[in-house]
């Protein structure tokens, strides 16, 4: 296992005198902290591993998420072949050979892991990029997030190709996933998708060009059936949509495209053993945690902003956003999360963000090595144009740009008394994320067993669901 290099969390900019917290009100919630977490470790997961009955006010408990990174290495380590991980592995070395695009069919947790790991880890323009240079990995597309009639059709239709050939041009598959089946966007997408795919490459070889991640039975399990799909997935028990990202859910749509998910299994485990055995001031869930609970308590910062200062990083912060709005947004009470990406939204967000009413808190995300190598400003004309007055600044590059944006953002927050705390990740990879992720699931959990909530389950949004179909049905 290669050494990972760990993202840190700096909260120097929440301690403020007026509308922040005190590094004494953290110290004072340590006791607490502590019992959440015994109470995640010890109860919990020991309740879970066990198979015991589970009490009402805890369920459900979908505590599998915590320990997944290390029990499919695990098993992946044992057994490369037939292990679930070698599996994936398999399918996604089959699909990369014989197509070129991938539709994800998926809403919610099912699909908002696997985009941000793509947006992430992938080139910018992945999908724009000729096969050659995108290592002979598939473009790949999301749908059955939503019901838009227009973006469904231009997807259909882009999709129709040529397929005349022995190579992957022009073909293409479908990863569904869903539990149940029983999700309608998801659902009607699929109904929709596959039957293009059929009229392109007709019933026969349908099974080798779909592969549906979802429960042992359920109304997809039931369609896979019939159709004779060659490779499924499982959506693991105990594991809730918005926490699978590093099951099947995930990994698969990441392994397609080629991303490590090796070492992101391996860095978000890692973040695991932090959690574990880190006290309260070392420890970045911790801190998290207590640094947003007690703004939230204390100054009634009810807004958190996971401000993401690259561009990669947008679609994680729709996964965060979902995250905690699910997890503890219960009994009226529950932060309200935003995602921004900046510089870009400090031209449309950051008046309101700077002079706007106080319940906000800034939790940056900065990454602290760039991909790509640093580009300079530069000169026009050998600098005989410096009609924008830049020539000054350009052996400037953007990586600097950035980092002066960032600088002075926080320094105008803090000259106005607003909090703000910075979350670096070392680079926008499969490492940085794997911690990202596991960091902010376990910090999600913690902060539901110090609130007395539930962090699993999401009653809210299922209410949603019956009205609609009760709607189409009468309708």
Not at 286 to 314: G, I, P
Request: hydrophobic residues 40%.
């Amino acid at each position: 296992m290669a050494k990972i290099k760990p993202i840190t969390f700096d909260y120097s900019g929440s301690l403020l005198p007026k509308n922040g917290i005190t590094q004494q009100q953290i110290d004072a919630l340590k006791p607490e902290l502590n019992a959440a977490r015994d109470e995640m470790l010890k109860t919990d997961l020991e309740m879970f591993d066990s198979g015991a009955s589970v009490p009402e006010e805890k369920q459900p408990l979908d505590a599998g998420f915590h320990e997944m990174p290390e029990r499919i290495l695990d098993a992946y380590q044992s057994d490369r072949e037939n292990s679930e991980l070698g599996r994936i592995l398999k399918t996604a070395a089959r699909l990369q050979e014989s197509v070129d695009k991938v539709v994800v069919l998926g809403i919610g947790g099912s699909y908002m892991g696997a985009r941000a790991l793509m947006e992430t880890c992938c080139d910018p323009y992945h999908n724009e990029l000729p096969r050659s240079a995108r290592g002979g990995k598939p473009r790949m597309y999301f749908e059955g997030n939503n019901v838009d009639n227009d973006w469904s059709q231009a997807l259909l239709k882009f999709l129709e190709a040529d397929t005349t050939g022995d190579g992957p041009e022009g073909k293409w598959a479908i990863v569904v996933i869903s539990k149940s089946g029983g999700t309608l966007e998801t659902a009607a997408a699929f109904r929709q998708f596959t039957r293009k795919l059929e009229e392109t490459v007709g019933r026969d070889n349908l099974p080798d060009l779909i592969v549906p991640v979802t429960g042992e039975s359920g109304k997809l399990a039931s369609l896979a059936d019939a159709i004779g799909v060659k490779d499924r997935f499982l959506v693991p028990d105990g594991v809730g949509g918005r926490f699978s990202v590093f099951s099947a859910v995930g990994l698969l749509p990441a392994a397609i495209l080629g991303i490590d998910v090796v070492t992101m299994l391996e860095a978000a485990a890692a973040m695991n053993s932090t959690f574990r055995s880190a006290e309260l001031g070392e420890n970045p869930v911790m801190d998290y945690v207590a640094v947003n609970h007690l703004l939230e308590k204390e100054q009634n910062v009810v807004t958190r902003v996971l401000s993401v200062w690259s561009k990669s990083l947008e679609s994680a912060g729709f996964w965060y956003d979902q995250l905690l709005a699910e997890s503890l947004g219960k009994a009226e009470r529950g932060a309200f999360p935003l995602t921004a990406v900046n510089s870009r939204d400090l031209h449309s967000r950051a008046q309101q963000h700077q002079e706007g009413t106080r319940d906000k808190v800034m939790n940056n995300v900065i990454v602290d090595s760039w991909r790509c190598d640093a580009l300079p400003i530069g000169e026009l004309n050998g600098g005989e144009w410096n009609q924008d007055q830049l020539n000054e600044l350009s052996d400037k590059t953007l990586p600097a740009v950035m980092t002066a944006a960032i600088q002075g953002t926080n320094l105008a927050y803090k000259e106005d008394d607003r909090p703000t705390t910075n979350l670096h990740l070392p680079a926008a990879n499969e490492s940085a994320l794997g911690q990202l992720f596991q960091m902010l699931m376990l910090a999600t959990v913690l902060e539901g067993r110090l609130m007395g909530i539930n962090p699993y389950g999401q009653p809210g949004v299922e209410k949603y669901k019956i009205n609609m179909n009760r709607i189409l049905r009468e309708g």
